[in-house]
């Protein structure tokens, strides 16, 4: 029987991620876990258990006791939020994945999200392919690069069936952001919504790779399905869905909401999506396990207004 545990099962991600699984496998195959139980009713349908990541010995009992096949290793602190204290960053993304990894030598099944973070100023801004050497400016990218490397450590050492995906930015309505930079993108939603004008961070024309987060789980859940032998990659897959800059998104909004405008004041986090890629190659998935996305620009706009209005 499969049997799933979700490690950050509160967060933007884990949330879907959860009632993805749900869907697929049912209520009772999941186990949500982190260090706060989240308020969404339908993720709150399956069983809660509180755990720090972080914790090695916690780790290993929940896994151990609970006789998981597979386990999604989910906490991170974001790019933005990570450059305000980049020590604390480190130990937390890369201790809660070591955790993991370590009880995966015991036959789990294992994924862990990698970011378009990986990707610095010295790779192609178009169509970035997938083997690329990465320069991240910043503390989560640098611990993705790490973590990536520490997945195909782990897989060519000990045999460990670790997958992973470079998301982009991933864009949904059951949770607010959690402190990325490409969290822009939300709350211009939730503005347009409520019918006030929207401030962005980044520069107009600052085009980003974005994600619809049903395609989103959809990928991770039939990255996970695929038989293990059409996982050519154990660092992480590039993952394409559509990109857009704010303007080209305000744009979009505006054929909705004509009324919604956006204003721009360019932090720190511009530099950040400046380093970042304009667009993804993901033939490697689209070829190793089908991947194929569902939701462009227009679909992802109008998905997201529904969602919201409803």
């Not at 990894?101 to 994924?111: D, M, N, Q, S």
């Not at 320069?135 to 989560?140: E, K």
């Not at 004509?258 to 490697?284: G, V």
């Amino acid at each position: 029987m499969e049997k799933h545990l979700v490690i950050g099962a509160s967060g933007q991600l884990g949330i879907e991620l959860v009632i993805g699984l749900q869907e697929r496998y049912g209520i009772d195959a999941v186990v949500a876990s982190d260090i706060r139980k989240g308020n969404d009713e339908l993720a709150n349908r399956s069983e809660f258990t509180k755990l720090d990541a972080t914790d090695a010995e916690a780790v290993k009992k929940v896994i151990t006791e609970g006789g998981f096949t597979t386990v999604y290793q989910l906490v991170a602190m974001l790019s933005a939020k990570g450059e305000a204290d980049p020590v604390r960053a480190w130990d937390l993304n890369m201790k809660s994945l070591m955790n993991v990894l370590e009880c995966a030598k015991e036959g789990l099944k294992v994924f862990w999200p990698s970011s378009i973070a990986v990707f610095g100023p010295e790779a192609e801004k178009d169509e970035t392919p997938q083997d690329v050497f990465c320069d991240p400016t910043t503390i989560y990218g640098v611990s993705k690069v790490s973590g990536e490397l520490w997945c195909n450590y782990y897989f060519e050492k000990y045999g460990v069936d670790v997958r992973s995906l470079r998301y982009p930015g991933l864009i949904g309505y059951r949770s607010m952001p959690g402190g990325g930079t490409t969290d822009y993108a939300v709350d211009a939603f939730y503005k347009a919504i409520e019918g006030v004008d929207f401030e962005c961070y980044l520069k107009p024309n600052e085009s980003l790779p974005m994600m619809h987060m049903d395609d989103a789980i959809r990928a991770t859940l039939d990255l996970m399905a695929a038989p293990a032998d059409q996982i050519k990659h154990r660092t992480s897959y590039n993952l394409s869905g559509c990109s857009f800059s704010p303007e080209e998104l305000t744009l979009e909004i505006q054929k909705h909401c004509p009324n919604f405008n956006t204003t721009y004041n360019p932090d720190h986090r511009q530099n950040i999506a400046a380093s970042w890629p304009n667009s993804l190659d993901d033939t490697k998935a689209r070829e190793d396990w089908g991947w194929k996305p569902e939701y462009g620009t227009k679909e992802l706009v109008e998905a997201m207004l529904n969602a919201l209005r409803n």
